[in-house]
């Protein structure tokens, strides 16, 4: 059963910007600090931000003053909203819970390229 559903991914220019959605449910956003990750060829998964149940977000010092993550509690979906994009934010992207994985797995998570 599938509960994270990563989308919005796709190639954008240097300077770009994109909003990623993570699709889940109410249960798991009620509960569970909510977080993107993303991994690069050759490179560990890595922390990129969270939220927690009461809307405190945190940012990863390389993402800081261009990323933003919110939720829509109604949709039951995560956004991570990545302006003046760089060629080193090229990675699949993953949402999951904080600090540990739901279930201890991950999704197919979403492409995301910077690139000119």
């Known amino acids: 059963q599938v509960q994270l559903v990563e989308s919005g991914g796709g190639l954008v220019q240097p300077g770009g910007s994109l909003r990623l959605s993570c699709a889940t449910s109410?249960?798991?956003?009620?509960?569970?600090?909510m977080a993107w990750y993303r991994q690069a060829p050759g490179n560990q998964r890595e922390f990129v931000a969270r939220l927690t149940t009461n809307g405190i977000s945190s940012i990863a010092d390389s993402a800081k003053g261009r990323f933003t993550i919110s939720r829509d509690s109604a949709k039951s979906t995560v956004y991570l909203q990545m302006n003046s994009l760089k060629p080193e934010d090229t990675a699949v992207y993953y949402c999951?819970?904080?600090?540990?994985?739901?279930?201890?797995?991950w999704g197919q998570g979403t492409q995301v390229t910077v690139s000119s």
């Open positions: 109410r249960s798991i956003l009620r509960v569970n600090t």
């Open positions: 999951n819970t904080y600090p540990r994985p739901l279930f201890g797995s």
